[in-house]
């Protein structure tokens, strides 16, 4: 049977507390915005790197251009893998130690750099972008560099640099987005010397070819053992871990995913990152930072996707002009433009601000990897429709009858899968809004406690009543309604007013969502994702203006097309916004929660009637699994030029 933890509601939502970070020592754009208040002075002028750093990142991109210029992306393609001599090319490159100091034999450079190489290698072909961000972003460098010792920095992280690829491995059979139910643990052995690990992990990016790897799994407690999810560096090549499946997808051809199976698996104690039961803490931290390299990835697709739109509408003629003369295309092309530039803006805001370490980045981050993961997988769509059959033929077909190779179909596959790794786009909505509710929450939330006192919810009362009567007059009004205000953007001021006016409006609305369905509220996910798809319209419009006025600041040749741009897709954005804004009252949630209870609870298998599912009776929905020793073979293998060959 399958090895199963058993956890409430109540027991999971404890966890996620217990694991998020709860100060803020930092100021945020993204969480005043949704409180609020337009604070512009956090992002603009738009933060941007030193001329020195700039020159480096140029230097380093030219030569990655070079690479990847030779690189045949049919090639990962057709062959479902990344060649060896890809790998050894960016090894040497130093592509694996781009964020390891320097000091540890990595490039050091910022993360600005980074998010620019990732977009440079995933045009080439998308799964050397994840197999870049999978080791770096979220997989051994980036947890040692928030909290690993020194032993294990000098340790682990030169041989990351030199290329020793690096997993993560957190995602169970049965736990996704709730490590409460997490199975896989790790028992102390040899009076503490070591720990003993035991579990199956599924869908390890870069785990079929990892030397090393970031391990979740849960330390019983006991006397001297706090315990809790704890996270361990571990040898890939250490007795008891065996690969056991790779797995291959709609998309991404060439990633490296796997089952993995860990059977008493020995790891030193000098292998726990921080403290037991920090796993997860830990695992949050690296993924604020982390999650902006999807961002990049999209913002390289939706520029890949706006040449492609360009050259193929201004060829290809139906009723006696150019497809994208049509109005019928030229909105799409629109579209995919502006958004295009609204991208770049916020991953080269979010970038620079994770650079400068001034401001905390946790909702931004999150807003931006949301945010972008879900217009892209529309502009793919886009491009398909604009390219018509063509679009929906493969690269390989239509190289096979005399025409350009465009993977427009590829594209859309390869991108869908951003809107569920590194947390689904439900997942971030409630993500962000937990962060965006957390100062009512602080004042507020006891009132919504069914379990707090008389005494209790009176004090909260007079907390609550002391803040609301400060915070909620300033709601009424504010720069947003004055013509004059933010002048100094020029063409662009009067979108930055309206996001003045919808931060206040946005913060009034989550306020009346509070008092409408306290302690409720929780469940209502589409209200909440409805709110948070707001914010992150108008964060997107905020970085698009500020980062049009850059271009007017520093006199750039294409200040007026940067201004189009921008002002096409606050246009854009207002009617989305002003969308979501009616939906917060007018929906059919109500209607939909119902019917769905009726849909699980069977009251319409009259209407799946009239099909066969070729999946019935092929095997469970989850696997089984019991702890054991492995009865397969080891698929694990290494790229060339590793320093430890699986033996």
């Known amino acids: ?57 140029e230097g380093f991109l030219a030569e990655l251009r070079r ?57 080439a072909h998308p799964s050397l972008g994840v197999l870049l961000s999978a080791h770096q972003s979220i997989g051994v460098p980036e947890p040692l560099k928030l909290a690993g010792t020194p032993e294990q920095k000098r340790a682990f992280l030169p041989r990351c640099a030199r290329g020793a690829i690096s997993a993560f491995l957190l995602t169970e059979p049965d736990v996704g987005s709730d490590p409460a139910r997490l199975a896989s643990t790790a028992v102390p052995v040899e009076n503490g010397d070591a720990y003993e690990l035991d579990g199956l992990k599924l869908w390890t990016t870069n785990g079929v070819v990892a030397e090393l790897l970031v391990v979740m799994a849960r330390v019983p407690r006991s006397e001297g053992h706090r315990g809790g999810i704890s996270a361990f560096v571990v040898e890939a090549n250490t007795p008891g871990i065996t690969v056991e499946r790779r797995n291959s997808f709609l998309g991404l051809k060439g990633i490296e995913n796997g089952l993995t199976r860990l059977y008493k698996v020995r790891v030193p104690k000098e292998n726990l990152i921080g403290r037991e039961g920090d796993g997860l803490k830990i695992a949050l931290t690296t993924l604020n930072a982390g999650r902006l390299a999807i961002p990049s990835m999209c913002a390289g697709a939706g520029k890949w996707a706006l040449k492609i739109a360009r050259e193929w509408s201004g060829t290809r003629v139906q009723w006696g002009r150019p497809v994208g003369r049509h109005d019928a295309i030229a909105g799409k092309i629109g579209y995919i433009a502006a958004t295009t530039f609204a991208l770049e803006a916020v991953v080269e805001l979010t970038g620079q601000m994770c650079d ?69 786009s439900e997942i971030m909505r409630l993500f962000v809004a937990r962060e965006a509710v957390d100062a009512h929450l602080r004042v507020a939330g006891e009132l919504a406690d069914p379990k707090a006192t008389l005494d209790t919810k009176a004090r909260a009362a007079a907390k609550a009543s002391g803040f609301y009567a400060k915070w909620l007059p300033q709601l009424v009004a504010g720069r947003g309604q004055l013509p004059t ?110 019917l769905t209870a009726d849909v699980l609870d069977g009251r319409y298998t009259w209407l799946e009637k009239g099909v066969i599912d070729p999946s019935e009776g092929t095997g469970p929905w989850i696997a089984e699994w019991s702890p054991g020793p492995s009865v397969e073979q080891n698929l694990a293998r290494r790229f060339l030029g590793a320093d430890h060959p699986v033996v």
């Open 485 to 594: 205000s933010y002048g100094e953007f020029g063409p662009l001021a009067h979108h930055l007013r309206y996001v003045e006016r919808s931060s206040r409006k946005l913060a009034r609305s989550t306020f009346y969502g509070m008092a409408r369905w306290q302690g409720g509220l929780e469940k209502r996910q589409n209200f909440l994702g409805r709110l948070v798809d707001i914010g992150a319209e108008l964060f997107a419009m905020s970085a698009s203006c500020v980062r049009a006025q850059m271009y007017h600041t520093d006199g750039h040749p294409d200040t007026d097309a940067a201004y189009e741009l921008a002002d096409v897709f606050c246009l854009q954005a207002k009617l989305r916004v002003d969308s979501l804004f009616a939906a917060l009252w007018t929906h059919t949630d109500d209607a939909d929660r119902q």
């Open 356 to 424: 400068e370490d001034r401001n905390d980045i946790r909702i931004e981050a999150a807003l931006a990897k949301l945010w972008s993961s879900e217009v892209a997988c529309e502009i793919a769509d886009e491009l398909m429709q604009i390219r018509g059959g063509r679009g929906y033929e493969t690269a390989a077909s239509l190289a096979a009858r005399g025409e350009r190779m465009v993977p427009a179909e590829q594209l859309l596959r390869d991108l869908r899968i951003n809107r569920i790794f590194e947390g689904s």
């Open 67 to 123: 690479f990847c210029e030779g690189v045949d992306g049919s090639r990962i393609e057709r062959e479902a893998r990344i060649p060896d001599e890809y790998v050894a090319g960016l090894a040497e490159l130093g592509c694996f130690g781009m964020k390891i100091s320097q000091e540890y034999g990595g490039l050091g450079l910022s993360q600005v750099a980074y998010n620019r190489a990732l977009m440079l290698v995933a045009s």
């Open 1 to 57: 049977m399958a090895q199963q933890v058993h956890a409430s509601e109540e027991q999971s939502r404890a966890l996620a507390e217990e694991s998020r970070e709860t100060t803020w020592h930092k100021p945020s754009f993204a969480k005043e915005l949704f409180l609020g208040r337009l604070t512009l002075d956090l992002i603009h002028p738009f933060p941007r790197p030193t001329p020195d750093e700039e020159a480096r990142t």
